[in-house]
């Protein structure tokens, strides 16, 4: 008797990919902009898990992870959890929201060396962590992919304030801006059953 030990691999479905315009009210809105003049950005580069394994250089800054990182002197999660609970719940009236899982700023640039490749947030087929990606400024998107190194499923474009919701394991990209140098987004995980 043999036994395989292979994995599935996950198919993704644009109905699982959910665009929401004026995700925050504009005084929130205002506040995330005006506070993100003053993100202390860290450097990132790291081994993209996309085929060929090239490098990925951007900019982040972790506002909290759970278990690991809580650091809010702006005081945004409270009211960015607030705002994302309200909209899930408008999008997805039976789901039972948990907790976040984690929020931060990230920055993506334009240029040579600077281009984002596709990848998965997790890599477990656990349906109920979903990404929530709320564009600030700058321009790009989100492109999604059917599975990893697979067909292109859609682009979301980038808009102010609009924000895009799927599940973690899809694999996905940030655009690199075309317009401006610097694009910024705050990246948000939760568990939704």
């Not at 919701?165 to 610097?182: D, G, L, T």
Request: with cysteine; net charge negative.
């Amino acid at each position: 008797m043999s036994i395989s030990n292979t994995m599935t691999t996950h198919t993704a479905s644009i109905d699982n990919i959910i665009v929401f315009d004026d995700f925050f009210e504009q005084s929130v809105f205002d506040d995330v902009i005006s506070k993100s003049e003053y993100v202390p950005w860290k450097y990132c580069e790291v081994v993209s898990e996309s085929e060929g394994s090239p490098t990925e250089r951007f900019m982040t800054w972790n506002i909290y992870e759970e278990g690991t990182v809580h650091f809010d002197p702006m005081q945004l999660m409270d009211i960015v959890d607030k705002q994302c609970k309200k909209q899930i719940q408008n999008k997805k009236p039976k789901a039972i929201i948990h907790d976040m899982k984690r929020l931060r700023f990230n920055g993506t640039m334009q240029g040579k060396g600077y281009t984002m490749w596709p990848h998965a947030d997790i890599h477990d087929q656990q349906e109920t962590v979903w990404t929530i990606v709320v564009y600030l400024k700058g321009d790009g998107g989100t492109t999604f992919y059917k599975e990893k190194n697979g067909d292109l499923l859609t682009t979301v474009d980038f808009k102010p304030n609009r924000a895009v919701m799927f599940p973690s394991m899809y694999w996905h990209r940030a655009e690199s801006p075309r317009n401006n140098y610097f694009r910024t987004s705050l990246g948000i995980v939760y568990m939704i059953d």
